[in-house]
């Protein structure tokens, strides 16, 4: 239980997943590449962009690593276990090589910087190490590894968004996709690596985000989910030169240009911060019908105290308030959080904190984490890591234990209730049901029946059970979507 609640803030069916869209292809470009992708949404999301590099390049995909001559790992750092996990990946890698000597072994992403001499000297696991950063000097770093030497690039940049890249999207379900906006962190919490790995925050041209949104819409996608760290300080000024100073954009503009490519198209977004947070954003989500009523708000800890010594910039006052005023605004809101259990110095008194704001804040789901202490990051350097290993366990289990309570509630909720689903493909447990999510991104299964549905369509569903991770349903509907027009047409079948 605890081992799988460890790994939650990823998509755990994610980890480890593999580049497969040419698997059975006959070689077109004259090699091939395998990649592994672990840790967050902007983790797969970039292997995205560094499958277009090597794309570009001549290399072709593979899913399996025994016939690639290029193996990459993209790697997560964020917590102890994560790290592990990849190291014995590479062990495995390195019996692969042994018995393909040419083949080259290359690491990228957020453990790049601080495991290169770790990884390329002392272990000798790698030939490759590059930074999230780096990507585009991937091709060149190849070169050099196979004329044998070490290639390494883990520089950070304050520039670059690989704005001009389209990504090759991996394992897609060909309707849901994810967009970077922005990369890095300015924030500093302490716990947290990321500012470490992924260095300084950064906004993407907006003009090339809407164009890549529309190129997928366009492909048949119907949903983007737009990545940053902290979507909230999103903020790019338009270069028009000769023009004068041009309005910047903000994240609430960008949402509400991005819903505006199609009402068939929905948006979502992931993450916001409850210091940055605008009501602005809010009333986007209100105006636009597409533009999921779901926020992704980590409070990682009830007390204020803890949030204090987390430099997470609010009080646990100031957390209620947004919630409030997001269920004012946006009433039928599904709101889901980040928890942090065992922080340093967390008493049982703080832990009750938070056991409470979550009772208050009636999440609909979370992530959830016994804290790990990442070297290098604030909370390393000032604080002790003083609270043992089992009662940050226990304090974990319970946390989990109300959430998968309060999950369960929310959706008995849900029965009776009629929701508008996003068909994503055939439901895991049963090819005779669909699954999909609603707008509150909630996982919703319904029997195909005789209805012909496809992947992509939008079923208007009534809900008639539930378990604490899934709707249960029936399809009343298909609904079509004038284009252009903003109106839901609904055609009743039943
Ligand atoms: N930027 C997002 C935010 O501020 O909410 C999330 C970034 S982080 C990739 C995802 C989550 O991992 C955090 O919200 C936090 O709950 C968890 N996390 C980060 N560092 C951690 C650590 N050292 N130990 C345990 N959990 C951690
Ligand atoms: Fe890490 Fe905080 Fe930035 Fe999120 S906001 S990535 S938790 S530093």
């Known amino acids: 239980m605890l081992e799988l609640t460890d790994l939650k803030v990823h998509d755990e069916s994610r980890q480890g997943e593999a580049y497969n869209p040419s698997t059975g292809k006959p070689l077109v470009l004259g090699k091939r590449f395998y990649i592994e992708s672990y840790g967050c949404q902007m983790n797969f999301a970039d292997s995205e962009i560094v499958a277009s590099i090597l794309n570009d390049s001549g290399f072709d995909a593979t899913s399996y690593p025994e016939e690639a001559d290029l193996i990459l790992i993209n790697t997560c750092s964020i917590r102890e276990k994560a790290e592990q996990t990849v190291r014995n990946r590479l062990q495995t890698f390195r019996e692969v090589k042994q018995d393909r000597p040419g083949m080259l072994v290359g690491v990228l992403g957020c453990m790049a910087e601080r495991l290169k001499s770790k990884f390329l000297e002392e272990e000798k696991l790698v030939d490759i190490v590059v930074g999230p950063d780096a990507y585009r000097s991937l091709p060149g770093l190849i070169q050099e590894a196979e004329s044998g030497q070490k290639a390494v690039n883990v520089l950070l940049s304050r520039e670059e968004t690989y704005a001009d890249i389209s990504p090759v999207r991996l394992d897609s379900n060909g309707v849901t996709a994810f967009v970077s906006i922005m990369r890095g962190c300015n924030n500093m919490c302490s716990f947290c690596v990321v500012p470490f790995t992924r260095g300084r925050e950064r906004s993407r041209n907006a003009d090339s985000i809407v164009e890549e949104c529309t190129s997928l819409f366009n492909q048949g996608y119907r949903e983007v989910t737009l990545l940053g760290q902290n979507v909230d300080s999103y903020y790019y000024y338009p270069d ?3 023009n004068g100073p041009a309005r910047p954009v903000t994240f609430a503009m960008l949402l509400e240009r991005v819903a505006d490519i199609s009402p068939a198209l929905r948006v979502r977004f992931s993450t916001s911060h409850p210091k940055d947070i605008t009501d602005e954003v809010l009333y986007a989500i209100c105006r636009h019908e597409n533009i999921c009523k779901y926020i992704h708000l980590p409070v990682q800890s009830g007390s204020t105290r803890i949030l204090q010594l987390m430099n997470r910039t609010y009080t646990r006052e100031w957390y209620q308030a947004r919630i409030e005023r997001i269920r004012e605004i946006i009433p039928g809101c599904g709101i889901s959080s980040d928890i942090i259990a065992g ?9 009750q904190d938070t056991l409470d704001l979550m009772k208050q804040s009636r ?6 984490f016994y804290y790990s202490e990442r070297p290098g990051t604030l909370a390393a350097r000032r604080y002790t890591d003083d609270v043992p290993l089992d009662i940050k366990k226990y304090r974990l289990d319970e946390i989990v234990k109300l959430q998968n309570r309060m999950s369960l509630d929310s959706n008995r909720q849900d029965i009776g209730t009629v929701c508008k689903v996003l068909i994503e493909g055939d439901s895991k ?15 919703v299964v319904f029997p195909k029946k005789d209805v012909s549905f496809n992947k992509g369509d939008y079923a208007i569903v009534k809900i008639k059970e539930c378990t604490g991770a899934t709707l249960i349903g029936e399809a009343l509907a298909k609904e079509a979507i004038a284009e252009g027009s903003g109106d839901l047409k609904e055609s009743i079948f039943s």
Do not use: L
């Open 240 to 242: 028009i030169p000769g």
């Open 363 to 368: 999440y609909d789901m979370s992530y959830m």
């Open 343 to 351: 922080f340093c110095t967390e008493t049982q008194e703080d832990h």
């Open 429 to 443: 447990k049963s090819a005779r049901d669909w699954m999909g999510r609603n707008s509150q991104n909630k996982v």
